[in-house]
């Protein structure tokens, strides 16, 4: 059975950094696709970093410079470094991979405070 599992989330100041961590389970992420996504409340979910199969890395305009997506395959993770955190960047974190379909984690919530 997959499973993603995200953690690092928690409260911060703005100004500040987080790291969020992805492990995998019952798969390995290898060079597959991978990515982030958050959803605020009230708002979709948006994608944030994608990191693809052949180590291209995208970002949204909003985090472009702040947010760093990333992967240690010893570990089977995938990781966001976020710095110069804003209160807009509040919330929910999703990491998601394409092994074949889609798989998601549960989510890991962000706060920024001003």
């Known amino acids: 059975q997959v499973q993603l599992v995200e953690s690092g989330g928690g409260s911060v100041q703005a100004g500040g950094s987080l790291r969020l961590s992805c492990a995998a389970s019952g798969t390995i992420f290898g060079t597959n696709a991978v990515a982030w996504h958050r959803q605020a409340p009230g708002k979709q979910r948006e994608l944030v970093a994608i990191?693809?199969?052949?180590?291209?890395?995208n970002y949204a305009d909003s985090v472009k410079g702040r947010f760093t997506i990333s992967r240690d395959n010893a570990k089977n993770t995938v990781y966001l470094q976020m710095n110069s955190l804003k209160p807009e960047d509040t919330a929910v974190y999703y990491c998601?991979?394409?092994?074949?379909?889609?798989?998601w984690g549960q989510g890991t919530q962000v706060t920024v405070s001003s």
């Open positions: 990191l693809a199969s052949g180590g291209a890395t």
């Open positions: 998601a991979a394409f092994i074949g379909r889609f798989y």
